[in-house]
C-alpha cells in the first residue's frame, strides 16, 4: 500500500512556517525538536521560521533561548528563525509579519496555532489582516487540540477558521495520531487480512482502551479546571483509537496516488460514520474520579472537575453489537501507559488477547496458548511480539516529526476533519448531559495506586466503591 512519501527534498516549495505560542512548552519541548529532526536528518531545508511571542524583546535572546533549551542544536536551523515580539493586539503585528514573509519571498504560508483557545479570536484577526497584505499564496492552518468545549463552540471556531480557510487547508492536531503503533492499527487491518476478520463480535469479547497518566495536572490548572478528563483526553485520544480499531477498512489502494487518496478518505469517512452508531451505557456504568490532592493543586476547595474518566462504549453495527468498548482515562494513576487490547472469547481464564500499545514502549503483543515444555500435552500462555524500537532501530520518527512532515507536505491522513471533530463532541455532549441529568459526581481515589487493569474487572454496571477510596465529591 502506497502511503510513503517521495523524500522530502525533493519537494521544492518555499515554505513559512509562523509559530504562534513559540515561546510555551509544547513548542520548546516537542514542536521545535521534531522540526530540528527533519531539518537535518530528513533535508528539509525550504523553510522559515517565524515566532510570535511577548517573553522576549529582541530576536537574539529567542534565538538563545532555543538554543538552551535544545542543547546540541546547530545555528544553521537557528539563522532560518525569525522573532516577532508584541501581543496579538498590537495592529503593528500584521504589519511586521507581511514585512518578513514578503522579504523571504516565500511560496506558502503555515500558521501554526500552540495558543489557549481564548485566543484563537485575536490570532485569527492577525491572520486575516496579514494575508490581505501580501500576494497571494498558498496557505494552511495547524491548531491543537482542545477544538472547542462542545459541538456548538466547535461549531463557531470553524465558522472562524473557514472565514479564511478551506477545510482542505486545516489540519486539526492530535499528536497521538503521530505514534507510530497508533498509524500502525491501519496497516495492520488493511494488509493482514486475517486480524481484520478476528476483530468483530463473534470472536471478540470485549476491548480495552486506556491512557493512563502518573502525573498530575501539573501547569494546566486552569485549563484543566476548565476542561477535564473528559474533554481532555476521552474527546480525542481515545476516540480516535477507538474508532481506528472499529472501522470497516475499505479496500486496499494499489500504487496510484489517486487511487491511496481514495483510500485514506475511505478510513476518513468510516470513522465518522461509525461515531454516529456510539450507544453510550446507563448511568451506573459511567465513573468519574478526582484524585485527593487536585483541589488543593489547582487551588479550588470545591471543584468538582473529574480526572478520571471510565466507562463501556457500545456500536449499533452488526459488527460489534453488544461488544463493550471499555474506555479508561485517568492521572495521577500508578504507571504512565497506553494501549488497546482486544479480549477474544477464550475456553481460558487467562483470554487470548491482541495488545497495542503506545506507551511507555511502542510494540504489539498476541497473547495465545502453546505447548508446554514436557511429556504431556500441557499448554501454557505465550506472547507473540513485535517492539518498533526491536525491529526498527531509532529509525522510527517522533510523533511530532511524523505530525509536521505531514502538515508541511499536505498529507490529512493524521489529521481528524471537522465532521469527526463534530460528531465527537455530539457523543461527548450527550455524555455530559447524562452526567449532569443523573448528578453523577467525582469520586475521589488515592494517587499512585490505581492501573487500567483494575478497571478491566469492574462488572460492566456497578455501584461498588474503589480500593482506598475516601468519599463522593460534594
Keep these: 500500500m502506497a502511503l510513503q512519501h517521495e523524500p522530502y527534498f525533493l519537494e521544492c516549495k518555499m515554505k513559512t512556517l509562523i509559530f504562534f505560542g513559540a515561546t510555551g512548552n509544547l513548542f520548546t519541548r516537542k514542536i521545535f525538536p521534531a522540526l530540528s529532526s527533519l531539518f537535518y536528518h530528513y533535508e528539509m531545508k525550504d523553510v522559515t521560521l517565524i515566532a510570535l511571542g511577548r517573553r522576549f524583546a529582541k530576536e537574539e535572546d529567542y534565538r538563545r533561548f532555543l538554543q538552551e533549551t535544545s542543547p546540541g542544536e546547530k545555528t544553521e536551523l537557528l539563522e532560518r528563525v525569525f522573532y516577532i515580539s508584541g501581543d496579538l493586539e498590537n495592529p503593528e503585528t500584521p504589519s511586521q509579519l507581511s514585512q518578513l514573509i514578503s522579504k523571504a519571498g516565500e511560496e506558502e504560508v503555515i500558521f501554526y496555532l500552540s495558543l489557549p483557545p481564548s485566543l484563537y479570536k485575536s490570532a485569527l484577526n492577525t491572520m486575516e489582516v496579514t494575508l490581505s497584505s501580501i500576494s497571494p499564496v498558498e496557505k494552511k492552518i495547524a491548531l491543537e487540540k482542545p477544538f472547542g468545549s462542545s459541538e456548538k463552540d466547535f461549531e463557531e471556531l470553524e465558522k472562524a477558521l473557514k472565514k479564511i480557510f478551506r477545510e482542505e487547508e486545516i489540519f486539526y492536531v492530535d499528536h497521538y495520531l503521530g505514534k507510530a503503533t497508533v498509524q500502525n492499527l491501519i496497516i495492520l487491518k488493511a494488509e493482514n487480512l486475517f486480524i481484520e476478520k478476528l476483530l468483530s463480535r463473534s470472536l471478540v469479547k470485549e476491548v480495552r482502551i486506556a491512557v493512563s497518566e502518573k502525573e498530575g495536572v501539573g501547569e494546566r490548572k486552569k485549563f484543566y479546571e476548565e476542561t477535564g478528563a473528559i474533554k481532555d483526553i476521552l474527546q480525542n485520544h481515545l476516540l480516535q483509537l477507538f474508532t481506528l480499531l472499529a472501522i470497516d477498512i475499505p479496500p486496499l489502494c494499489e500504487e496510484?496516488?489517486?487511487?491511496?487518496?481514495?483510500?485514506?478518505?475511505?478510513?476518513?469517512?468510516?470513522?465518522?460514520?461509525?461515531?454516529?452508531?456510539?450507544?453510550?451505557?446507563?448511568?451506573?456504568?459511567?465513573?468519574?474520579?478526582?484524585?485527593?490532592?487536585?483541589?488543593?493543586?489547582v487551588g479550588k476547595p470545591h471543584s468538582q472537575v473529574e480526572t478520571l474518566v471510565y466507562l463501556p462504549l457500545y456500536l449499533s453495527s452488526n459488527r460489534w453489537q453488544g461488544v463493550p468498548f471499555r474506555m479508561l482515562t485517568g492521572k495521577?494513576?500508578?504507571?504512565?501507559?497506553?494501549?488497546?487490547?482486544?479480549?477474544?472469547?477464550?475456553?481460558?481464564?487467562?483470554?487470548?488477547?491482541?495488545?497495542?500499545?503506545?506507551q511507555p514502549e511502542e510494540r504489539i503483543d498476541l497473547l495465545i496458548r502453546a505447548k508446554a515444555p514436557g511429556m504431556g500435552l500441557y499448554s501454557s500462555p505465550v506472547r507473540l511480539n513485535f517492539s518498533y524500537s526491536g525491529s526498527f532501530g531509532a529509525n522510527t520518527p517522533e510523533a511530532y516529526e511524523k505530525i509536521i512532515y505531514d502538515l508541511l507536505v499536505g498529507d490529512r491522513t493524521l489529521f481528524p476533519d471537522?465532521?469527526?471533530?463534530?460528531?465527537?463532541?455530539?457523543?461527548?455532549?450527550?455524555l455530559i448531559s447524562i452526567i449532569q441529568k443523573e448528578g453523577i459526581k467525582p469520586r475521589l481515589y488515592p494517587e499512585d495506586t490505581l492501573t487500567p487493569e483494575y478497571f478491566w474487572h469492574l462488572p460492566l454496571q456497578y455501584n461498588s466503591s474503589l480500593p482506598g477510596e475516601n468519599q463522593t465529591v460534594s
Design 256 to 297: 496510484d496516488r489517486k487511487e491511496c487518496q481514495k483510500f485514506l478518505e475511505s478510513v476518513s469517512q468510516a470513522k465518522s460514520q461509525l461515531l454516529t452508531q456510539i450507544q453510550l451505557p446507563p448511568q451506573e456504568a459511567i465513573y468519574l474520579g478526582q484524585y485527593e490532592h487536585y483541589r488543593e493543586e
Design 332 to 358: 495521577k494513576m500508578a504507571e504512565r501507559e497506553s494501549y488497546i487490547e482486544v479480549v477474544f472469547h477464550s475456553h481460558f481464564p487467562e483470554d487470548n488477547r491482541l495488545r497495542i500499545e503506545i
Design 418 to 430: 471537522s465532521t469527526f471533530i463534530r460528531r465527537a463532541w455530539r457523543v461527548i455532549d450527550q
